[in-house]
């Protein structure tokens, strides 16, 4: 179907331009990598996990603005894909435009009626994959301004459920979008969801 390919497109192709983010995530790049080596392991890993979902916390937060903006213009499907995409970022380490590429492609193929299942190789906590099933199983607007239920798709999750594997040396080639480029290098079982915690959220929480 080469969803998460369309999706990459997508994505690339809204993208501004983006040297002031990368300047932010060179200079926290070096000054976490400074801490790793000044700070006792484990008092880095604690600060270093605070720091984070705090971070997360703060996006989620700023992100709700779409939801009041969609509410004041009245706009039905612009208020789903906000909605959508804020009820799942706890759940995904995908961005909140890579999220909505996806809600958009996907809702594109639902729309054209293109047969097949929805893959993702590569789960963590599933939010991605929840999004997805909550885009298959929601109305779409249809030619003629009505609102029509789709069927919902089949969606495959693949993922070794145990987080990632020790980087190797090619994660760190120089000008590749690898591990090496993350603002720290993702260590061995980062990106972790087990079984159990993606299926608690598939049919607990978004069941």
């Known amino acids: 179907m080469g969803l998460l390919s369309h999706t990459t497109s997508v994505a690339a192709a809204r993208r501004p331009p983006a040297r002031r983010s990368r300047s932010l995530k060179s200079f926290l790049k070096l000054a976490i990598t400074g ?14 996990n605070v ?3 705090t971070y997360r916390t703060a996006l989620r937060f700023i992100y709700a603005r779409h939801i009041v903006g969609a509410r004041i213009r009245r706009d039905r499907g612009a208020l789903l894909r906000a909605r959508t995409v804020r009820s799942v970022m706890p759940y995904s380490l995908v961005g909140s435009s890579g999220l909505e590429s996806t809600f958009d492609v996907a809702r594109e193929i639902l729309a054209d009626q293109i047969p097949g299942a929805f893959v993702e190789c590569g ?3 599933g939010g991605c994959s929840a999004l ?4 298959a199983a929601t109305e779409l607007p249809t030619s003629d301004g009505h609102w029509s239920l789709k069927t919902p798709r089949k969606i495959w999750m693949f993922d070794s459920y145990r987080g990632l ?4 040396q090619e994660d760190f080639a120089d000008g590749a979008d690898t591990t090496g480029s993350h603002v720290r290098p993702l260590p061995k079982g980062s990106c972790l969801g087990t079984r159990p915690q993606v299926e608690a959220m598939l049919f607990d929480k978004f069941k």
């Open 35 to 48: 801490a790793s080596k000044t700070l006792p392991a484990p008092l880095f890993s604690s600060l270093y």
């Open 51 to 53: 720091a984070f979902a």
């Open 123 to 125: 789960v963590a906590r």
């Open 132 to 135: 997805l099933g909550m885009v």
């Open 165 to 168: 594997p020790d980087p190797t």
